[in-house]
C-alpha cells in the first residue's frame, strides 16, 4: 500500500480459520510453556515455533508514558500455521494485550508434525514489554524526539522526496472482523528512519481496537526507502492507511 487514501491493499485472509470448531476440539493439543503429561508421546513433544520472530507493535501513548507490562495469551496453531481462537490469558493493561493478540494473527507459525503431518496445536505466549529493550541508538534517539512536547521530526509530505515502500506484507484480516463479517479502516502514523525502517506506529483512527491494532502489527513488518531533504535521508512521519473490504475478501473466496 503506499499512502494515498485512495489506493487500498487487500489484506490477506486467514481462510483456514474458518475450520469447525468441534474439528478443532477433536484434533491433537499440544502446550507450550508447560510440562507435557508423561503419558504423551515422545513423538508428540513437538512445539510449533514462529517463521519469522517479531515483536508486537507498542502500544503507542504507553511507550511515550514509558509504561511497561506485560500479556499473556492461548490460542490455537492451525494446520497452515496460522493463529486462531486467541484469547487473553492475562495482562497488566488492555492495550498490551490487544497488541499482542494482533501481532499473534499476523504471524505464522510452524504446526507440529506427526508421521510427516502438521496437527493442531494449543500454544500461550507471554509477552513482557519494555519501552526501550531491543532499540538501537538510532531508534532510542527517534523515540526521545517523540516524546518530546514537539518532536522535531517532519511529516513526509514536507520532504524534498517522500518515502517510497520497498516491501509491503499484505496485511492479515482481523480475526474479529472476518468472523463477524464487517470491513473496517484504520490510519497508521509511523516514523520512517534513514535505513527505511518502520518504527513507533501510533493508530491516528480506526474502526476499532482490533483494526487498529491489526493495521499497526502489519506496518511494523514493511520497510520504505527513506525520505530525502536537500538531497539526504532523514528520519520522518508518514501516515499510512489500511482497508479491510469484507465485499472484496469474500468474492475472492
Known amino acids: 500500500m503506499n499512502t494515498s487514501p485512495s489506493r487500498r491493499l487487500s489484506p490477506a485472509t486467514p481462510l483456514t480459520a474458518m475450520r469447525s470448531l468441534p474439528a478443532l476440539l477433536a484434533s491433537l493439543t499440544i502446550a507450550l510453556g508447560t510440562t507435557l503429561s508423561a503419558q504423551t508421546p515422545a513423538s508428540d513433544r513437538l ?4 517463521v519469522r520472530a517479531t515483536a508486537p507493535a507498542y502500544p503507542y501513548q504507553l511507550l511515550i ?5 506485560s500479556a499473556e495469551v492461548q490460542f490455537t496453531i492451525e494446520y497452515s500455521g496460522k493463529a486462531i481462537l486467541a484469547s487473553v490469558v492475562s495482562a497488566s493493561d488492555p492495550a498490551f494485550a490487544k497488541a499482542l493478540l494482533a501481532d499473534i494473527e499476523a504471524n505464522e507459525f510452524l504446526p507440529p508434525r506427526i508421521n510427516g503431518q502438521p496437527k493442531l496445536a494449543q500454544a500461550q505466549l507471554r509477552y513482557s514489554f519494555n519501552s526501550t529493550a531491543g532499540l538501537d541508538a538510532t ?3 527517534i523515540l ?3 516524546r518530546k512536547p514537539m518532536p522535531a521530526i ?5 520532504l524534498d522526496k517522500k518515502p517510497a515502500p520497498s516491501r509491503q506484507d499484505q496485511p492479515v484480516y482481523p480475526y474479529s472482523l472476518l468472523s463477524d463479517g464487517v470491513s473496517g479502516r484504520a490510519e497508521i502514523e509511523v516514523v520512517i528512519d534513514t535505513t527505511g525502517r518502520v518504527l513507533f506506529p501510533r493508530i491516528v483512527s480506526a474502526t476499532n481496537d482490533d483494526v487498529g491494532y491489526a493495521a499497526a502489527a502489519a506496518v511494523t513488518r514493511w520497510r520504505y526507502q527513506p525520505g530525502q531533504k536537500a538531497g539526504q535521508p532523514v528520519d520522518s512521519r508518514l501516515t499510512i492507511t489500511i482497508n ?10
Open 144 to 146: 526521545a524526539e517523540l
Open 154 to 158: 517532519p511529516r513526509a509530505d514536507l
Open 47 to 50: 512445539a510449533p515455533k514462529s
Open 244 to 253: 479491510y473490504d469484507q465485499a472484496k475478501m469474500a468474492a475472492s473466496w
Open 65 to 69: 508514558q514509558g509504561k511497561e507490562g
Open 139 to 141: 531508534a532510542r534517539q
